[in-house]
């Protein structure tokens, strides 16, 4: 089974530019994370999707991040305009959900391998 | 914010058990705990979840006090490729991993 996929593995970009990351969830998972790990920190959940709608976004920064799962399988990650501040690794996990919320907790999360973002 | 909180390091000799603890004494009746590790450079990595009971798989043990408010990882033969940082984490509806800082584990040889 193919696990989770994302690309670019590394972006170094200018400040005030945009970047986008992808991610391409494990075939089936409705649940999709992007999460956010600043260097000596653990992961911060950024959003996340139940098939193509938003479950949790409350720690996205909305003025500039922005995501989307149009067709409930792959993902976008955006930012615009970047800061040095956002310089990151950004990881992207997905979950099979059956049915019920308790499905959901009882069920493991498979991470990819992340994208290195350094902004300059 | 986090439900854990976990020692920031640890040693462990190889080839002998590495006993990981961690606190969550507000978890949830309906709250899984999880274990991940990440190995520098990687995404994280599962290792196990429980509920109340202990639990087994073939990388590691899992045990949970019977109030719940603290739970231990066991790797009962560490390797070299085990040095890693592990997360334990509680499980929140609607299926949040919220993460802490973790426990660093230096396998020495």
């Known amino acids: 089974e193919a696990g989770v996929a994302q690309s670019p593995r590394y972006k170094i970009i200018e400040k005030r530019q945009s970047v986008a990351f992808w991610c391409n969830p494990i075939?089936?998972?409705?649940?999709l994370y992007w999460y956010q790990q600043i260097l000596g920190q653990g992961p911060k959940l950024l959003i996340q999707?139940?098939?193509?709608?938003?479950?949790?976004d409350s720690q996205l920064p909305k003025d500039r991040f922005s995501a989307e799962r149009l067709k409930g399988v792959d993902s976008t990650l955006k930012i615009q305009p970047a800061k040095l501040e956002d310089s990151a690794v950004y990881l992207c996990?997905?979950?099979?959900?059956?049915?019920?919320?308790?499905?959901?907790?009882?069920?493991?999360?498979?991470f990819g391998q992340g994208t290195r973002l350094t902004v300059v | 914010d986090a439900k854990t909180t976990q020692p920031p390091s640890m040693d462990c000799a190889e080839g002998r058990a590495a006993n990981l603890p961690c606190n969550h004494s507000?978890?949830?009746?309906?709250?899984?705990v999880y274990w991940y590790r990440q190995i520098h450079s990687q995404g994280p990595q599962y290792i196990i979840h429980?509920?109340?009971n202990n639990e087994t798989n073939e990388m590691a043990s899992l045990i949970i006090t019977e109030d719940r408010k603290s739970s231990t990882l066991i790797l009962p033969h560490a390797t070299l490729r085990d040095t890693a940082v592990y997360y334990c984490?509680?499980?929140?509806?609607?299926?949040?991993?919220?993460f802490g800082q973790g426990t660093t584990l230096q396998v020495k040889p």
């Open positions: 996990a997905s979950t099979f959900r059956g049915s019920g919320t308790g499905t959901l907790l009882n069920t493991e999360a498979f």
């Open positions: 075939s089936g998972h409705a649940t």
């Open positions: 999707f139940q098939n193509n709608g938003v479950v949790d």
């Open positions: 507000t978890i949830s009746g309906n709250e899984y």
């Open positions: 429980g509920l109340k």
């Open positions: 984490i509680v499980r929140v509806a609607p299926g949040k991993l919220i």
